[in-house]
C-alpha cells in the first residue's frame, strides 16, 4: 500500500522460515505501472482480495464468537497449508498462539483457552510445532 499512497506501512511480516526479500522504490513501481498498465489491473485485483479478506474478518469479529473464528481460521489453514497424515491433516507451519490471535482479532489468551477445548474434543492436538486438525468437519460445523 505504501508504493501507492507513499505513506508508512500499516503493518509489518515475520518471515517463519529463511527468506529472500527483495525492496521496490515508489519511483520504481511507478514507472513499472507506466511502462505496463496491465500491472495496476493485477495489483487492482490484489488490493481488491485484501479488502474482501479485511471485510470478512470485520464480519467475523462483529457476528461470530471468538471459538467459530478461530475454528474457521483452522479451517482455512489446513486447506490451504495442510498435509493429509494418519488421523488428520497436518499444519507444518510455525504459527504460535499469537499468530493465531492475531488472525482471529483475540487475545492470545482466548486463543489459548478456545485451542484446549478443541483438544479436548479430539478435534485438534499438538505435535511438536505442527497442529494436526483431526476432526476437519466437526471445526467446520462450529464456524456455522
Known amino acids: 500500500m505504501s508504493?501507492?499512497?507513499?505513506?508508512?506501512?500499516?503493518a509489518t511480516a515475520t518471515a517463519l522460515e529463511p527468506t529472500d526479500v527483495l525492496t521496490l522504490a515508489r519511483e520504481q513501481f511507478l514507472a513499472a505501472i507506466e511502462q505496463q498498465p496491465q500491472m495496476a489491473a493485477q495489483v487492482m485485483a490484489a488490493l481488491?482480495?485484501?479488502?474482501?479478506?479485511?471485510d470478512q474478518m470485520i464480519?467475523?469479529?462483529?457476528?461470530?464468537?471468538?471459538?467459530?473464528?478461530?475454528?474457521?481460521?483452522?479451517?482455512?489453514?489446513?486447506?490451504?497449508?495442510?498435509?493429509?497424515?494418519d488421523g488428520g491433516i497436518e499444519v507444518q507451519a510455525h504459527l504460535t498462539q499469537q499468530d493465531l490471535a492475531s488472525m482471529v482479532g483475540?487475545?492470545?489468551?482466548?486463543?489459548?483457552?478456545?485451542?484446549?477445548?478443541?483438544?479436548?474434543r479430539g478435534?485438534?492436538?499438538?505435535?511438536?510445532?505442527?497442529?494436526?486438525?483431526?476432526?476437519?468437519?466437526?471445526?467446520?460445523?462450529?464456524?456455522?
Do not use: C, F
Open 48 to 54: 481488491s482480495s485484501r479488502l474482501r479478506n479485511a
Open 106 to 120: 483475540a487475545t492470545r489468551e482466548s486463543v489459548n483457552k478456545v485451542l484446549r477445548a478443541y483438544m479436548v
Open 59 to 85: 464480519e467475523d469479529i462483529i457476528t461470530r464468537d471468538i471459538a467459530a473464528r478461530l475454528a474457521r481460521k483452522l479451517v482455512e489453514i489446513a486447506e490451504q497449508h495442510g498435509t493429509p497424515v
Open 123 to 144: 478435534w485438534v492436538a499438538a505435535e511438536g510445532q505442527h497442529l494436526i486438525i483431526r476432526h476437519l468437519d466437526e471445526l467446520r460445523r462450529r464456524v456455522l
Open 3 to 10: 508504493l501507492l499512497d507513499n505513506l508508512p506501512r500499516s
